[in-house]
């Protein structure tokens, strides 16, 4: 959402910019930049930190370098927290753009990870 984009909204909605700020801010969805070319949902919810989603979120972060809602310097990945993608029995899980995994260790995300830093085949 280009930050230009807020006075339109909020004429077009009757709303104050003050508004149209709060909900832009408030909901993740809405981002201020492009994500990364992918985007990974690490689950934070009770079931997957019970067998390991904190240590698997604390080596993501480490890994990539970057927080949550951050992208790599190189434009390949968003990483963003989601509480409860429905597979908690399968825990740690992770969601890669539209790809459920689960039972991720750091090792599995790793190679997750680069997997989705190879460049596409047939692409530049
Ligand atoms: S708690 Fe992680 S998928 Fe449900």
């Not at 201020?32 to 949902?41: C, I, N, T, W």
């Amino acid at each position: 959402m280009p930050k230009d984009a807020v006075p339109l909204i909020a004429i077009s909605l009757n709303l104050s910019r003050a508004e149209v700020h709060g909900v832009l801010s408030f909901y993740h969805y809405f981002r201020k930049e492009p994500p990364g070319r992918h985007v990974v949902h690490v689950c934070r919810a009770e079931a997957c930190q019970a067998v390991g989603a904190v240590e698997l979120e604390s080596h993501a972060k480490k890994t990539l370098g970057i927080e949550w809602h951050g992208s790599t310097p190189d434009g390949a990945i968003t990483l963003e927290p989601v509480y409860c993608l429905g597979n908690c029995s399968l825990g740690p899980s992770l969601m890669v753009d539209d790809t459920l995994q689960g039972r991720v260790s750091p090792k599995r995300f790793d190679q997750l990870m680069a997997q989705l830093k190879e460049p596409a085949v047939g692409g530049a």
